[in-house]
């Protein structure tokens, strides 16, 4: 029966409908689902299999965590690999039965199509991607899939041509000046990981002049976006983007109005180049905490 069941939430609804007495056998089996997914996730099943399977949080809680020493190392999230025999990028399918996997491509095998896999093994590690609600509520883009482009020319005109029919710009040296600008940090946002230090992109305007419009434009084609609004906290964000590695946007990112933008203020300015890390004391099993490093570099666009 556990066979059947790849998704906790469904697994859990099975279990509401059958005795309370054939429910403990599935319980483990329910928790290994739960381990995959991510804290914010986890803690909502957590606080809904209570109800279900009666056990107390704090034994659940260190049940998770004893799980998540055996494996650490072994298993783990990403969303893009690349290895001495293949490069693999994740994909969002929606319209597929299974809807989050990876793309890959096997040097080896340069003209073939990139094959579909759910996870990836490389040495003892196993990869599977982050089965969050961010993903598929839009907060996260990630591409559907691959198409020829031409030469990068031919890429950078149609990347210009979309940037001028949907973004109202000034028809004048300036305006064509940015046009390509915006054209060209988006092609560098997709080859970031080759690059020691990267530059941010803002736009700075008064209210119904446009930001959000462009972020939106700009965003969607950038590498793996991650949109966020101006009422975002710090502690999501570094997590986000040290999981992601993609192109951070915030809209309505005013620093100056209010001290919650300190943190945040901090993370950017150490976001543009690699080596700084933000630390933070995460809580364990054993000793109390770990430090543990999260890695904020990357592109951002940004719009005050």
Request: charged share 25%.
């Amino acid at each position: 029966m556990l066979d059947e069941y790849n998704d906790p939430w469904e697994l859990l609804n099975y279990a509401r409908g059958i005795d309370m007495s054939a429910r403990p056998p599935l319980l483990q089996g329910w928790i290994k689902l739960v381990q995959a997914r991510d804290p914010a996730e986890k803690d909502s099943l957590l606080q809904s299999g209570r109800e279900v399977f009666r056990y107390r949080m704090e034994t659940i809680r260190s049940t998770l965590r004893q799980m998540d020493e055996v494996t650490d190392g072994v298993s783990q999230k990403s969303v893009s690999l690349v290895t001495p025999d293949f490069l693999a990028e994740m994909v969002y399918r929606p319209d597929h039965a299974q809807p989050l996997g990876f793309l890959v491509h096997t040097f080896a095998r340069p003209d073939d199509p990139p094959e579909f896999k759910e996870t990836l093994e490389h040495g003892r590690a196993i990869y599977y991607p982050p089965n969050s609600a961010l993903l598929i509520s839009g907060t996260v883009l990630f591409p559907s899939g691959v198409e020829e482009y031409g030469t990068e020319m031919e890429l950078f005109r149609n990347m210009r041509a979309y940037v001028r029919k949907y973004i109202q710009l000034e028809d004048t040296e300036s305006g064509r000046e940015f046009s390509t600008l915006i054209c060209c940090y988006v092609l560098m946002t997709w080859v970031h990981d080759k690059f020691e230090a990267v530059p941010y992109l803002r736009a700075i305007g008064d209210l119904g002049t446009g930001k959000s419009r462009f972020l939106q434009v700009v965003g969607s084609v950038a590498c793996r976006p991650m949109m966020v609004g101006g009422a975002t906290t710090s502690a999501p964000v570094f997590r986000l983007i040290d999981l992601v590695h993609g192109t951070f946007v915030m809209d309505e990112a005013d620093f100056g109005k209010s001290d919650l933008w300190d943190e945040l203020s901090k993370i950017l300015n150490m976001g543009y180049s690699r080596g700084f890390t933000v630390l933070r004391a995460e809580r364990n099993a054993k000793d109390g905490f770990d430090i543990k490093s999260y890695d904020t570099f990357g592109p951002k666009l940004l719009a005050t």
